[in-house]
């Protein structure tokens, strides 16, 4: 069903004439209130910590039966924490965001003066995945609240409890003119993305993603896009590999891979494999010493995606590789759960599925190599990674990863960790996205940075006007040289 509601009452079924009926709404409120000021936008950030504190156990249950079985720790980690982290530090840097940055001025042009002033867009548009279903729809209101904007939200139809509760928490928190969420599936997203924002921030599928660009592009919607990929984590030979594999297990397992930057595959030295794979078991058994009850272990979201997981797994079986299940237990699992036992794909070989879509899922390919050059140029024949991973200590190899290969982001030494670093910014590049969010950049990036020239009381321009004379023609050729 498709819903526009702001009481926390029953949703009423909505058109897209009610989606362009919400976005005036937001318009015109924006409008008529003007640009809001610091102590506004700190109050508006204030009210959503408050929100997200009073929710944060409904966030909890709610995504655990979207889930089936979500961890407790994972939410309060991903969700919760990351939100309140980026309230406190959009707080804590929003007068400076704002203020407007004074620029150089031509010599030719003195005594104006040039500064740059961030302006509010107007309307955000924010649709948003099931994996982090809090955090990446509202993490991005908060770049658009710090900017002083009005927002509208379309979190995904596949966690519908977190989804009502996103309804409720918004309703309860803004008024409907500021904040509104959307419910639906992706005849929403679509009727959504065709709306005239001011600004549409897309997290989702890299196909997705396509998708909501060519329809933003009709109202020329500039767009930022948090895409997937494929993330990779090279291994290098000085690194501890026992180490080494207990952060990749860690970052591979964390919501059962459901993950845009989970890493997505593993090369690591050929001499090495054996170990890392071994390392891989005794770190899997170490935080998971059973599966299908344990609350830590977070199950597949749908029986879809637990259907497409698996068929990477058989695929690689049925082409050749070698599949390493690790069931500490050696737990049955009932489907029913979909608690699907981290594994790990040997020998994989390019046709394969799991080495051609983002795997989104608790299975590890592990390639191997013999020198970073090698490593390096299979990171560089494929589609642009949201993140990369590097372990190893010499400076020149870290060096070498750095700039020989282009990614979103970037964590040296462990995964993921790099998302959570409230002043670094957050996106991707080429197929894995455009923009980013979070920190300065998020600001900015909602933000008009609208470039103002004041003209000085006693100035120079009046030298160079029609008719031009001797003047003019002394003038420029003074400015021009010779
Ligand atoms: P998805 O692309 O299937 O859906 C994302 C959102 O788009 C949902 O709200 C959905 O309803 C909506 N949608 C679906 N079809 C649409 C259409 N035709 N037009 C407009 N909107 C439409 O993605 P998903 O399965 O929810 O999430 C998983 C993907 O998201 C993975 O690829 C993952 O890597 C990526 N992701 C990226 C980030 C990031 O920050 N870069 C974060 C999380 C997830």
Redesign the pocket.
């Known amino acids: 069903m498709t819903a526009v509601a702001q009481s926390s009452e029953a949703a009423k079924p909505a058109t897209a004439n009610d989606l362009n009926a919400v976005l005036t709404r937001l318009r015109e409120a924006g409008r008529a209130a003007g640009a809001p000021t610091y102590e506004a936008r700190i109050e508006v950030l204030d009210a959503l910590e408050r929100a997200i504190h009073k929710r944060k156990d409904g966030m909890v249950t709610a995504i655990a039966r979207d889930f089936g079985n979500r961890s407790k720790h994972e939410t309060l980690a991903a969700e919760v924490f990351v939100l309140l982290a980026e309230i406190a530090h959009a707080k804590q840097n929003l007068r400076d965001w704002m203020e407007p940055e004074d620029r150089q001025t031509g010599w030719q042009f003195m005594p104006a003066t040039c500064q740059v002033v961030y302006q509010p867009l107007g309307v955000v548009g924010i ?6 279903p809090v955090s ?1 729809a509202l993490g991005p209101l908060i770049a658009a609240l710090a900017a002083g904007n009005r927002a509208m939200l ?5 966690v519908p409890e977190t989804a009502e509760l996103l309804r409720d928490l918004v309703a309860e928190t803004f008024p409907e003119d500021q904040v509104t969420v959307v419910t639906g ?2 005849e929403v ?2 009727a ?2 065709k709306l005239p924002f001011d600004h549409l921030v897309f ?6 993603g396509k ?2 660009m060519r ?1 933003a592009s009709d109202n020329l919607v500039p767009v930022t896009l ?3 990929g494929k993330s990779p984590t090279i291994v290098g030979t000085d690194f501890d590999v026992k180490v080494a594999a207990e952060r990749v297990m860690s970052g591979k397992t964390f919501n059962a891979g459901q993950t ?1 930057i989970a890493p997505d595959y593993a090369l690591v030295p050929a001499a090495s494999r054996e170990a890392f794979v071994d390392a891989c078991k005794g770190a899997v058994t170490k935080m998971f010493p059973t599966l299908e009850r344990n609350p830590d272990y977070t199950s597949v979201v749908n029986d879809k995606h637990f259907a497409r997981v698996r068929s990477y797994v058989d695929d690689a079986k049925t082409r050749g590789a070698t599949v390493v299940e690790l069931n500490p237990a050696n737990e049955t699992l009932d489907p029913a759960s979909r608690k699907m036992p981290p594994t790990l794909v040997l020998d994989p070989t390019d046709e394969m599925l799991c080495m051609q879509e ?1 795997i ?1 899922g608790p299975v590890l390919p592990i390639l191997t190599y013999t020198r970073l050059d090698e490593a390096i140029a299979y990171v560089n024949a494929h589609p642009r990674p ?1 993140a990369l991973y590097y372990f190893g200590h010499g400076r020149a190899a870290i060096d070498r990863v750095l700039a020989d290969t282009t990614s979103g982001g970037v964590s040296i030494n462990d995964t993921m960790l790099h998302f959570a670093q409230e002043d670094l910014p957050f996106g ?1 590049v080429g197929a894995s ?1 455009m923009g980013a969010y979070h920190a300065r950049e998020g600001f900015r990036s909602l933000s008009m940075p609208k470039p103002v020239f004041r003209q000085a009381r006693l100035n120079t321009a009046g030298l160079l006007r029609p008719p031009y004379g001797k003047l003019a023609d002394r003038l420029l050729g003074f400015l021009i040289g010779r």
Request: net charge negative.
């Open positions: 649709i948003s995945p099931w994996n982090y990446l379309k979190p995904s139809e596949l599936g992706s997203g679509e959504f993305s997290t989702g599928s890299t196909r997705v998708i909501v329809a948090e895409l997937g845009c983002e989104f949201l991707g996205g």
